[in-house]
């Protein structure tokens, strides 16, 4: 009869992952349960009724904002940057299969942004705008913003993955009469598909997610985040709370939509 005897860093390393989990999903439980209270309801417990008039006065603007605009622009600039990001990361962990000079002092340069605090990044972008005449937009200085944060993620995942990529499956396409870019497209693309997904993934969230880089450099209209932030200072309703509740909903749908299309990749693979 064999004993199960718990050492005691299991304990330990349970106990702290209980509290990460509490301290992840309690607040949005909390978000999320505060989102349905009554339409005489506060921002705290007890809940007053259960109803979603909080959700109905969320698309009020002339009430809590511009959040059907503040979301669009959000949504369209992750989509901008998440297209930009797999194709750079894509292009640069191919290039840097190969040796060439300067390639390590570029590698480092590419990082660099991830040591540089957000708010100064954005700080500078907005400021070298303003003394070229142009003025700061969140499709402009807001995208290249964005583009110093996803970039560097998106560069050493890829790096990552072609550092495991055999050239055995290249060389034996060429072998059997392939060009480089049919080899490219039809061997190298599909066995790195779900890495792409992942990236593009991060390029998204990173972005639609983001306020400090977007802070001085969004111009005139908000992104989401941006708008959730005035809506804090100004809003004493729980209209705030279903706005948290919907953007979370939106981004879970976000990652098992791309959890899908890593799956289905998968199998399409192993079925070829």
Do not use: C
Request: no cysteine; aromatic share 16%; hydrophobic share 55%.
């Amino acid at each position: 009869m064999s004993h199960d005897k718990r050492t005691l860093e299991f304990y330990v390393l349970a106990a702290f992952f209980a509290l990460f989990v509490l301290f992840l999903y309690g607040p949005l439980s909390a978000i999320l349960i505060l989102s349905f209270q009554g339409e005489n309801g506060g921002l705290t417990f007890p809940l007053n009724g259960v109803s979603l008039h909080w959700f109905a006065n969320l698309f009020e603007r002339q009430a809590v904002g511009d959040f059907g605009g503040s979301f669009k622009r959000s949504f369209i600039l992750g989509l901008m940057v998440m297209i930009v990001t797999v194709g750079v990361s894509l292009l640069a962990g191919l290039a840097f299969r190969q040796k060439f000079r300067g390639a390590t002092a570029l590698f480092y340069l590419a990082v660099a942004s991830l040591v540089v605090p957000s708010i100064i990044i954005s700080l500078g972008i907005g400021v070298v705008f303003q003394q070229i005449g142009l003025r700061p937009a969140w499709y402009t200085s807001a995208f290249g913003a964005h583009l110093t944060w996803t970039l560097p993620f998106g560069v050493l995942i890829m790096f990552a993955v072609f550092n495991r990529f055999s050239p055995a499956y290249e060389e034996a396409a060429r072998d059997l009469g392939a060009t480089s870019w049919q080899t490219f497209a039809h061997v190298v693309l599909p066995m790195i598909a779900p890495s792409l997904i992942g990236v593009g993934l991060f390029g998204f969230t990173l972005s639609y997610d983001e306020f400090a880089r977007t802070l001085m450099t969004s111009g005139t209209f908000n992104t989401l985040p941006l708008e959730i932030y005035g809506m804090t200072t100004n809003v004493t309703t729980p209209v705030l709370y279903a706005l948290g509740t919907v953007t979370t909903v939106f981004s879970f749908l976000v990652i098992l939509l791309t959890l899908g299309a890593i799956v289905y990749v998968g199998r399409r693979r192993a079925r070829a």
